[in-house]
């Protein structure tokens, strides 16, 4: 004896309340997962800004609370019309259900605009996480003669700044050597010797610790380790370089130096946070929390965020901005691509309205759709207060 199957229902369910149970139970432990995910990067959230407390006060003037409130007030009311979707297919209103479906999809389409225009300050203004943070040049700024340009002569002020942020942590301030990290080059006879293209040659392709010529036997990176160290950098620094006095009482060929340099006595150190190396990340040194040394005075620090001025100079922006907006993009790009296959998904359940698969009994799919999209909205209402409203 042969039963009859209940429209829309899988042969593997019992019937069409148990595949329902099934569907939810599905979408459920999937939105767990999506809790734990996001879970994990507010809880680095809370250790970084409990850290970090001034950073967060600097950061804060790049984040307009204006466009945060408006993309909250757009996924509040996206919201509302997704769930009003879902009663108007238990109720077979098709019309209505395909309305407020299409409400919530240009409510989502409205939400990536507004956070477009948000990063597009930011992408200009190189307000980007790692390295891409201090970039000092876009590689390629258009002209006719494209990287191969020739570069004319190095300017000595960018260089100081480019030495700092490259050189420094190994050959020293003025390139009177780091014992154990870098060989003294201001008296060195080897600078003196050879031209500036010899020692750009050099800077850009470093030199092993297994070299014949190495004395220290040391690594020496290409570009001292510094990826966004481009061709004019590199003569910024020679030129640099250039502008150190020699003493020729104390002038030394590397080939006579035979062991490192023994460091003379230490004075008295301070705490030990203050005596730890400089970051050879560009400009780390003025960074307003975190392990890099402060150089910068705390008032010269906190002007910027006193009177709100974004800093166009690099050398106004705090190294460990990089982590900040590191941090930010990570947390609500997350949120952006989330919201991105929501689009699809509404995209998907409206065509599959407009086909007539959706039943009074049958709704489980527009059910589960709305489950997610609620929970991209509650995920942001956590991040519209953490990122734009707490200075």
Same mark, same amino acid.
């Given at each position: 004896m042969s039963h009859g199957h209940e429209a829309n229902v899988e042969h593997h369910y019992r019937d069409m309340s148990h595949q329902h149970d099934a569907a939810k139970l599905g979408i459920w432990l999937f939105l767990a997962t999506e809790v734990l995910l996001f879970g994990g990067l507010f809880c680095g959230y809370a250790v970084f800004r409990a850290n970090h407390p001034d !950073?967060?006060? #600097?950061?804060?003037?790049? !984040?307009?609370? &204006?466009?945060?409130?408006?993309?909250?007030?757009?996924? *509040?009311?996206?919201?509302?019309t997704m769930a009003m979707a879902i009663t108007y297919v238990q109720k077979e209103k098709k019309n209505s259900a395909m309305v407020c479906l299409g409400i919530t999809f240009i409510c989502a389409g409205m939400f990536m605009v507004i956070k477009s225009i948000e990063y597009q300050h930011k992408f200009h203004e190189h307000l980007l996480g790692g390295m891409a943070f201090y970039q000092t040049s876009d590689h390629g700024d258009g002209s006719e003669a494209g990287e191969h340009a020739a570069i004319a002569h190095g300017v000595a002020d960018t260089g100081m700044a480019l030495w700092s942020a490259s050189c420094r942590s190994c050959h020293g301030a003025s390139g009177e050597g780091v014992p154990g990290q870098g060989m003294p080059l201001n008296p060195s006879v080897y600078v003196q010797n050879h031209t500036d293209s010899e020692l750009v040659d050099f800077i850009n392709s470093g030199r092993t610790a297994d070299a014949p010529d190495s004395v220290l036997q040391l690594d020496m990176p290409p570009r001292g380790g510094n990826p966004m160290l481009d061709e004019q950098g590199v003569h910024d620094i020679v030129a640099y370089m250039r502008t150190w006095k020699h003493e020729p009482s104390t002038v030394v060929a590397e080939h006579e130096v035979t062991q490192p340099v023994t460091p003379e006595p230490a004075p008295e150190q301070g705490p030990f946070i203050e005596n730890l190396p400089a970051s050879t990340v560009q400009f780390a040194a003025i960074a307003p929390t975190g392990l890099a040394p402060h150089s910068a005075s705390e008032s010269q620090r906190m002007a910027v965020v006193k009177h709100k001025v974004a800093p166009q100079l690099a050398e106004d922006k705090p190294a460990n901005a990089h982590l900040f907006f590191g941090l930010y993009f !990570?947390?609500? +790009?997350?949120? +952006? /691509?989330? =919201?991105?296959? +929501?689009?699809? =998904? !509404? /995209? #998907? *359940?409206? #065509? &599959?309205? &407009? &086909? +007539?698969?959706?039943?009074?009994?049958?709704?489980?799919?527009?059910?589960?759709?709305?489950?997610? #999209?609620?929970?991209?909205? =509650?995920?942001w209402i956590f991040l519209f207060p953490l990122w734009y409203l707490i200075g």
């Open positions: !950073l967060f006060k #600097w950061g804060e003037q790049f !984040l307009d609370e &204006r466009y945060g409130a408006l993309n909250t007030a757009v996924l *509040l009311i996206s919201s509302l !990570l947390m609500t +790009g997350l949120h +952006g /691509i989330h =919201v991105l296959v +929501g689009m699809v =998904v !509404l /995209i #998907w *359940l409206m #065509w &599959r309205l &407009r &086909r +007539g698969d959706f039943t009074k009994r049958y709704y489980a799919a527009v059910e589960c759709g709305g489950l997610y #999209w609620h929970i991209v909205d =509650v995920i």
